[in-house]
């Protein structure tokens, strides 16, 4: 699990090195194992204030093409950088009208063992039409139970940062406070 100092240093690398007129915004830097993804703001089309939710939608769509296409070199440039620095691939999305929208993700393959009355879950859910494969429906369930469990995976997230804490003040932990005199007895 990444740290929040870690957190904190990988979002600024980002925020230090993409080009100031990239984005409106910076709005999120998130990692897991195999990648970071960096989701920006970028400006809303100017419409007139009579303008459809139907009208606004396919605006904010096309503005949303125009930038994944005009800012391509730029974010592969960022994302070989990236990727070379922190051995993580880079996803890109971008929020614009309130929707986000992403370009790129990582599909990692997640290797599990299931038992008979799992796979008949994932099973009932391909033959309903809820998914299209088993590892469809193993994705759709993961994302159910994130959507009704966040404050759950919050509370553990931030447990295991203290322990993370506790752990480098162990008996192990370098003390600055210490001299080290050569005697281990």
């Given at each position: 699990?990444?740290?929040?100092?870690?957190q904190?240093?990988?979002?600024?690398?980002?925020a230090?090195?993409?080009?100031?007129?990239?984005?409106?915004?910076?709005?999120?830097?998130?990692?897991?194992?195999?990648?970071?993804?960096?989701?920006?703001e970028?400006?809303?089309?100017?419409?007139p204030?009579?303008?459809?939710?139907?009208?606004?939608?396919?605006?904010a769509?096309?503005?949303?093409?125009?930038?994944?296409?005009?800012?391509?070199?730029?974010?592969?440039?960022?994302?070989?950088?990236?990727?070379?620095?922190f051995?993580?691939?880079?996803?890109?999305?971008?929020?614009?009208?309130?929707?986000?929208?992403?370009?790129?993700?990582?599909?990692?393959?997640?290797?599990?063992?299931?038992?008979?009355?799992?796979?008949?879950v994932?099973?009932?859910?391909?033959?309903?039409?809820?998914?299209?494969?088993?590892?469809?429906?193993?994705?759709?369930?993961?994302r159910?139970?994130?959507?009704?469990?966040?404050?759950?995976?919050?509370?553990?997230?931030?447990?295991?940062e203290?322990?993370q804490?506790?752990?480098?003040?162990?008996?192990?932990?370098?003390?600055?406070?210490e001299?080290?005199?050569?005697?281990r007895?």
């Amino acid at each position: 699990m990444i740290t929040p100092d870690q957190q904190e240093r990988l979002r600024g690398w980002f925020a230090g090195r993409l080009p100031d007129d990239l984005f409106v915004r910076l709005v999120e830097v998130t990692v897991d194992r195999e990648e970071i993804t960096v989701i920006g703001e970028i400006p809303q089309p100017r419409l007139p204030d009579a303008a459809s939710a139907v009208e606004r939608e396919a605006a904010a769509q096309s503005r949303v093409q125009e930038f994944r296409e005009r800012s391509r070199e730029e974010r592969m440039g960022v994302a070989r950088e990236a990727e070379h620095r922190f051995r993580k691939k880079v996803s890109w999305g971008v929020e614009c009208g309130g929707a986000r929208v992403m370009f790129t993700q990582v599909a990692a393959p997640v290797m599990t063992r299931l038992r008979q009355p799992e796979r008949q879950v994932l099973d009932t859910l391909v033959a309903a039409g809820v998914a299209r494969s088993r590892s469809d429906a193993l994705a759709w369930c993961v994302r159910l139970v994130r959507r009704h469990t966040d404050d759950w995976l919050t509370e553990l997230r931030d447990s295991l940062e203290h322990v993370q804490r506790v752990r480098a003040q162990g008996p192990d932990a370098e003390s600055a406070d210490e001299p080290d005199d050569g005697d281990r007895t």
